[in-house]
């Protein structure tokens, strides 16, 4: 069976790191990942 699909996954440069306190609530270590869902916000009314 052939491949649906390839990932493509760049080493993460340690940069721009947020705090330990603040990358628990935030999920995420590094800042450049912090991509907040807008989900909802977005939807016209």
């Known amino acids: 069976?052939?491949?649906l699909a390839m990932?493509?996954?760049p080493m993460q440069q340690w940069r721009k790191l947020y705090?330990?306190?603040v990358?628990?609530?935030r999920a995420t270590?590094?800042?450049e990942l912090?991509?907040?869902f807008i989900g909802e916000?977005?939807?016209s009314k």
């Open 7 to 9: 990932g493509y996954v």
């Open 34 to 36: 912090d991509k907040p």
């Open 19 to 21: 705090e330990p306190e």
């Open 29 to 31: 270590l590094f800042m």
């Open 1 to 3: 069976m052939p491949a």
């Open 41 to 43: 916000e977005v939807r």
């Open 23 to 25: 990358a628990l609530s």
